[in-house]
């Protein structure tokens, strides 16, 4: 485009002309931009837009932002929200890029410590639900179902909260009664720990380990690992308020319902 043919912008700097690249968000961008309809927005308008866009990933998400929705999303864009599809729950156990392919049923005796698995979280928000599937019930006993925050080396780390499940009946069962607010943040990775209350022999659903992804790290290429135990807790305790990842397990992988 040659000089004397650009049209002046007449809304996106003027807009935008008193924040800094290194704290204007998407949020203002897309505030911009979305009261102008394509047909009525002129070619330098949307240059304008664009340049902002990409000057702001420069600046403040180092370019990894291209590959992210809005500087921040994630692999969660791919995935369709709920809304207006009548579904009311996130299953994050069958939900990619941890899942497997085939749902089984699991004997809930292994989970004497918490053992945690990776989920990429669906939606932004607080949680107002976690829930399992039961197959098969052990009256009196429950499932603690905890969500960490992950560290600098990708494992989990700090408890946001936990849900104490009871085992005593079948089918879909939803603890609204967490022990704390749990925000999450839509294309960030999370962990969700599953541990039990006492002996139990009950059942849940999961899926089969054996169509699992390995979470990657192990001392043998033979061996698979799916999820961490924090074997420094004693045995039957409640989720810990940080958790230490030390011990690789090969177990199925629960299926855990999140409702926001």
């Known amino acids: 485009m040659r000089a004397e043919d650009r049209k002046p912008s007449k809304r996106v700097f003027p807009l935008l002309q008193n924040l800094d690249l290194d704290n204007v968000t998407f949020d203002q961008v897309q505030g911009v931009g ?3 309809s394509i047909e009525d927005m002129n070619e330098q308008e949307m240059v304008d837009l664009i340049i902002v866009n990409l000057a702001r990933l420069a600046v403040a998400g180092e370019w990894t932002g291209l590959l992210e929705a809005g500087g921040g999303g994630g692999f969660a864009e791919m995935l369709p929200l709920i809304g207006s599809t009548g579904a009311d729950q996130y299953d994050v156990g069958n939900t990619p890029a941890w899942n497997g392919s085939v749902n089984t049923n699991k004997n809930v005796t292994v989970f004497t410590k918490p053992c945690a698995f990776p989920f990429i979280s669906p939606a932004s928000g607080a949680l107002s639900a976690i829930g399992i599937q039961v197959s098969n019930n052990s009256a ?19 408890l946001l909260g936990y849900a104490t499940i009871s ?5 879909e069962i939803y603890q609204t009664s967490l022990s704390d607010t749990i925000t999450l943040t839509a294309g960030q990775q999370y962990w969700f720990s599953v541990g039990l209350d006492q002996s139990s022999s009950a059942w849940i659903t999961a899926n089969a380990y054996q169509y699992l992804p390995a979470i990657g790290i192990t001392a043998v290429l033979a061996t698979r690992h799916f999820c961490i135990t924090d074997d420094s807790e004693g045995t039957y305790a409640v989720p810990p308020s940080t958790f230490t990842p030390n011990k690789l397990e090969s177990e199925d992988r629960p299926l855990i319902g999140l409702k926001f």
């Open 167 to 171: 085992l005593g009946s079948t089918g």
């Open 34 to 36: 979305d009261p102008i």
């Open 140 to 158: 009196g006993d429950s499932l603690y179902v905890g969500i960490y925050s992950q560290d600098s080396n990708y494992l989990p780390e700090t």
